[in-house]
């Protein structure tokens, strides 16, 4: 149910930003905290003051959605924190375990990528329609990894890419990875 009222108010908030000419016309096209010199006036340039309340309640909205119903890159944060090797469960850092070090960190720096351009583009944006069509777009290019690993395990890339794919899914993983049911 909770996941219906998220969508029902999300494409609610975009229609009636759509139909509504009052709702969602912008009153103002500067802040006028820019160029203060301080922190409030460095933030005054990428929050807009023109944004309508139609347009800060998708924005808050697709905030709160965005974590509760975790997308592609905060799962790949969450991710690489289970999947990073413990030095304490490893006997030496050998190439294997350099090279999941190596993945995690790649994994975590997208995942917080991502994390930080939904939150940058969604809060700048002044447009209903803009704030979805970004909030859509990061967690497209962030599942980008999951549909090419699929692709190779299809075998769209060529029976070699399938059978690594399917020899990595088979490996058991070392005990240096935390599983997520450990803890």
Known sequence: FVVFLLQFCLIMLLVTYVVSNRLGKIYDDENPGVGTGDIAGWLAEFLPCNASPIVRATQILSMITYFIMAGASLEDVVLAIEMFPRRSQTKDLDYKVRCMMFAAILRFTQGLLAIF????????????????????????????????????????????????????????LPKCICHKYKH
Do not use: C, W
């Open 117 to 172: 351009a939904v939150f940058l583009l969604v809060m700048t944006s002044s447009n209903v329609v803009d704030i979805i069509l970004n909030f859509t777009a990061v967690d497209f290019i962030s599942q980008l990894d999951n549909h090419a690993y699929q692709l190779a395990k299809d075998g769209r890339y060529g029976p070699k890419f399938e059978y690594e794919v399917i020899k990595i899914e088979n490996t058991p």
